[in-house]
């Protein structure tokens, strides 16, 4: 039986964690990456799309981080053969759930950290490139408060 597999994103927004996630994804073949893509994949950003248009509301953050973890929590308990939680994750409690459920129900967890938060040459090219306009000024905030 294929070992099953947990996957949890770490990094600043802009970092490449969406690249890295799409370029694993196309690597596990064209059936199993829409598979994937379908019942495998969470995202907290996800939930801010409205439209197709990214609103970002931070009285919703929450609320949004919960519904994540449900449905990657629903997504384990399925036996999805490869789960994915595509969030910052930026102190080791936003993570602490998902990685404690994976391992309760027998998935084997990478935690993949994409860049280095702390180099400023990283976060001045995160603020260049994410998708959802968060300042440099935030990145920096973020990264102070990143937990290796």
């Given amino acids: 039986m294929p070992t099953k597999l947990a996957i949890i994103m770490r990094g600043l927004p802009g970092s490449g964690k969406s690249y890295w996630v799409e370029q694993f994804i196309t690597s596990q073949g064209i059936e199993q990456a829409i598979h994937i893509r379908q019942h495998g994949l969470f995202s907290t950003d996800r939930y801010f799309y ?12 929450g609320q949004y981080h919960q519904a994540n973890l449900t449905a990657f929590i629903q997504a384990l308990a399925r036996n999805e053969p490869i789960v994915i939680c595509d969030n ?8 602490m759930a998902y990685e404690a459920a994976a391992k309760a129900l027998g998935y084997q967890v990478k935690v993949v950290l994409v860049g280095q938060p702390d180099n400023d040459q990283h976060q001045q090219l995160c603020a260049q490139r994410n998708q959802h306009q968060v300042s440099l000024a935030h990145i920096q905030k973020m990264a102070q408060l990143f937990e290796e």
């Fill in 50 to 61: 409205q439209q197709g248009q990214y609103r970002f509301n931070p009285q919703k953050i």
């Fill in 88 to 95: 910052t994750n930026i102190a080791k409690w936003e993570f």
